[in-house]
């Protein structure tokens, strides 16, 4: 099988040659800048510079070599994009490795602190002393009016809108987009992800702060509502346009919306079909309409009893599989949810096997969690989110070469 029929043929929940295996295919699927130096030097791979594809978590761009030796089968559409130097500007990230940041989200020193600027000089994302990843300092609709007219206009505003990954504004139109999309698709048999997010639950977050957008969904359905019309028509119109350009060239289509905590949902499932179920459902549908893609939701946390509610929605695969949250054990989830959702996620836990535990004891639970969760196929492996700057190489190491030996 090739990589993309890998890949698919898992969504078919049917059995592929071998597990397909994701490693940076995505935007929470991917390695921290810091780690990626000496992930290279272990494998005996030749020092790279660094490129720094996703400012706010400051993740690496992962080379081919290395998507080789781990017999990697994504890859996400923003790498046909920004290949030039005029892209990217020096800079050094938080442990005093030199890299790449993308010439857009430049970071710069204010007082204690490195910050990012919206393209109007505010400030919209700070990183303290001693952090690795930037945090959100202005929400649009908690310090400034409630407009609903101006929620696109707002983007550039925003951390998480705002600060764009490759292609960011080196595509002013959907010509040179789709361009991209084609050239990437005709070089690789990867499968290829096109992340589109259409949030909900948290773009109510980027605009009002979360604490106060959950308040709302109690104290103000009708203001939700309302918010939520507005945001789901910008989404819808955003939509067409992205497939229209790259529908063609892409497999996956991945949504975003962390609807889970550690602990359990954020919101009850009673809550999620009110305000989210039925706009999910319109947005997932159109997407199919346009293109023939599958479904993805990023979605951290323990969302185990919105799972019957998203599936129903039309969700195909739900992404990081958090299994050190609440109530998603992951044999659990096979039994219960595995004839109808595929689990992108969930191959090895990265709170605290893969950066505290020993090569050997990675290696038997990653075992674990195959055996667990890639019967009949509904199974793409990645570790649950991005591995982080601390985790030694060895375990990530041992990871992959996990998976490998199962399959």
């Not at 975003?256 to 079909?273: C, T």
Request: charged content about 20%; proline content about 8%.
């Amino acid at each position: 099988m090739t990589s993309r029929e890998r890949v698919l043929t898992a969504f078919q929940h049917r059995q592929p040659d071998r597990i397909p295996i994701d490693l940076s295919g995505h935007r929470s699927s991917g390695i921290a800048a810091r780690a990626y130096p000496a992930l290279r030097a272990a494998l005996g791979l030749p020092p790279k510079p660094v490129y720094v594809y996703d400012p706010v978590q400051q993740l690496a761009i992962v080379h081919d070599d290395v998507l080789d030796r781990f017999h990697v089968d994504t890859l996400e559409l923003g790498r046909g994009f920004c290949h030039g130097e005029q892209w990217w500007a020096d800079w050094t990230l938080p442990g005093g490795q030199p890299c790449k940041m993308p010439v857009w989200a430049l970071p710069e020193r204010h007082q204690d602190n490195w910050v990012i600027r919206a393209p109007s000089g505010r400030v919209i994302a700070r990183m303290p002393e001693g952090s690795e990843h930037f945090d959100q300092t202005w929400w649009p609709f908690l310090d400034g009016p409630e407009d609903l007219t101006r929620i696109e206009e707002l983007y550039p505003e925003h951390m998480w809108t705002g600060i764009a990954s490759p292609p960011g504004p080196s595509i002013q139109s959907m010509g040179p987009l789709s361009a991209g999309a084609a050239g990437l698709r005709a070089s690789t048999p990867r499968a290829i992800i096109g992340l589109f997010g259409g949030n909900l639950l948290e773009m109510g977050q980027f605009y009002y702060r979360m604490d106060q957008f959950l308040m709302m969904l109690g104290d103000e359905p009708a203001r939700v509502h309302r918010f939520l019309d507005a945001l789901v028509e910008i989404h819808l119109k955003n939509l067409q346009r992205y497939l229209a350009a790259v529908g063609p060239y892409i497999d996956i289509i991945s949504f975003g919306d962390d609807l889970g905590s550690q602990n359990g949902p954020q919101i009850s499932p009673r809550m999620y079909k009110e305000f989210f179920q039925p706009r999910h459902q319109l947005m997932w549908a159109r997407a199919r309409q346009l293109a023939p893609v599958k479904v993805m939701l990023h979605c951290c946390g323990g969302v185990r009893p919105l799972l019957p509610l998203l599936i129903e929605a039309g969700l195909d695969a739900i992404n990081p599989v958090q299994i050190s949250a609440r109530g998603m054990e992951a044999q659990a989830l096979k039994r219960d949810f595995g004839r109808d959702l595929v689990f992108w996620g969930g191959g090895c836990d990265t709170q605290r096997v893969l950066p505290q535990a020993t090569p050997d004891q990675v290696r038997a639970h990653v075992l674990e969690q195959c055996q667990a969760l890639s019967t009949e196929g509904g199974f793409v492996f990645q570790q649950v989110h991005n591995i982080l700057g601390n985790v030694p190489p060895a375990n990530i190491i041992a990871m992959y070469d996990a998976v490998a030996s199962y399959s």
